[in-house]
């Protein structure tokens, strides 16, 4: 197959909107939509009106398609993020805090930096070259790791509730998966987090880091198919899903919710009174033109034992 070569050009503010309007977009705003897109891209809300439109060849939207929606959908979007980030970062404190503690008090404070501590070598590796690139990065700027190294060598890394407090979800994820299975600490934490066992928490850090980096990075979660899989507890011994129709089935895993699950599933044993719930109901009821099917929503989540 001959690929050609891409031959486009820019075209300005106008143009765009004049172009959606012929393809069908009702905008009854212009100077509003002129705003929108001078601070929000054309290809970044176009993720947004993708399904919107009839024909995605010829771009050509369906009936009674409007930019306002279109901005809705960003906004809730947005929100979202900013929400699911803030779970993150207690599920993240939390998981860090386990690990330096547990670990510290079972081997030593340098735990890290003991190869027989970890499955694969060349995991381990990688996850202790990153650490010590993010305490070089960090000690110029952070106080503690300043005073560690004016009073002791550094021919030695601080220990761990200095250095791993520099590590990230997704370096930390990597580095619970890799713990040996004989450590107690590895069991341990998992029993803390209420997943029994080292064999399915991996998989939760893992899909929770990977959705961490797209709040990061501004990308979008509204109708995104996830990549990666999670295992999902028989018998969860905390509060779960009771009705069987309603937990997510292996072919739903690519949308957000069974991820949110998971997320208010951790945040329930180190906050059990917060307010996820309220706060993920009340995006929907701010943005009702929103298809909680695109994040794979289940009839009446709100009143799922999980979600009390």
């Known amino acids: 197959m001959q690929l050609s070569m891409f031959s486009k050009k820019p075209i300005t503010i106008q143009q765009q909107i004049a172009q959606l309007q012929k393809r069908g977009l009702q905008i009854s705003n212009g100077p509003l939509a002129e705003k929108y897109l001078a ?17 995605k060849e010829q771009h050509i939207f369906k009936p ?7 901005v809705a959908l960003y906004n809730f979007d947005a929100e979202l993020r ?3 980030f803030d779970v993150i970062e207690k599920i993240e404190i939390s998981l860090r805090t386990k690990l330096i503690y547990n670990l ?24 202790l070259e990153s650490i ?11 106080v503690t790791l300043k005073k560690h190294f004016k009073k002791y060598t550094n021919k030695k890394l601080p220990p761990a509730w200095k250095t791993v407090e520099h590590t990230s979800i997704g370096n930390l994820s990597k580095m619970y998966r890799n713990l040996n ?51 999902l507890l028989p018998k969860p011994p905390n ?34 009174n917060n307010q996820f719930t309220t706060r993920l109901n009340d995006l929907f009821v701010k943005y009702p033109n929103v298809d909680p099917n695109a ?5 009446n989540w709100q009143k799922e034992p999980l979600w009390q």
């Open 39 to 55: 601070n929000i891209s054309y290809y970044r809300l176009g993720e947004y009106w993708y399904v919107m439109q009839a024909d």
């Open 64 to 70: 009674n398609s409007r930019f306002t929606d279109v």
């Open 82 to 84: 900013l929400l699911l």
């Open 104 to 127: 510290s008090h079972e081997i030593d404070p340098w735990w890290f930096q003991n190869k027989k501590c970890f499955i694969n070598y060349q995991y381990f590796k990688e996850s």
């Open 132 to 142: 010590q690139k993010e305490v070089k990065r960090s000690q110029r700027k952070d």
């Open 181 to 231: 299975n004989n450590l107690k600490s590895k069991d341990s934490i998992a029993q803390e987090f209420g997943a029994v066992n080292h064999t399915y928490l991996p998989s939760w850090l893992q899909s929770i880091a990977q959705i961490r980096n797209f709040c990061a990075h501004h990308s979008r979660l509204w109708n995104r198919n996830l990549p990666g899989t999670v295992k």
């Open 239 to 272: 509060p779960w899903i009771t009705d069987i129709d309603n937990v997510p089935k292996q072919h739903e895993f690519s949308k957000l919710y069974v991820h949110m699950c998971l997320m208010k599933y951790l945040l329930n044993t180190i906050q059990p």
């Open 295 to 299: 994040l794979g929503m289940k009839p």
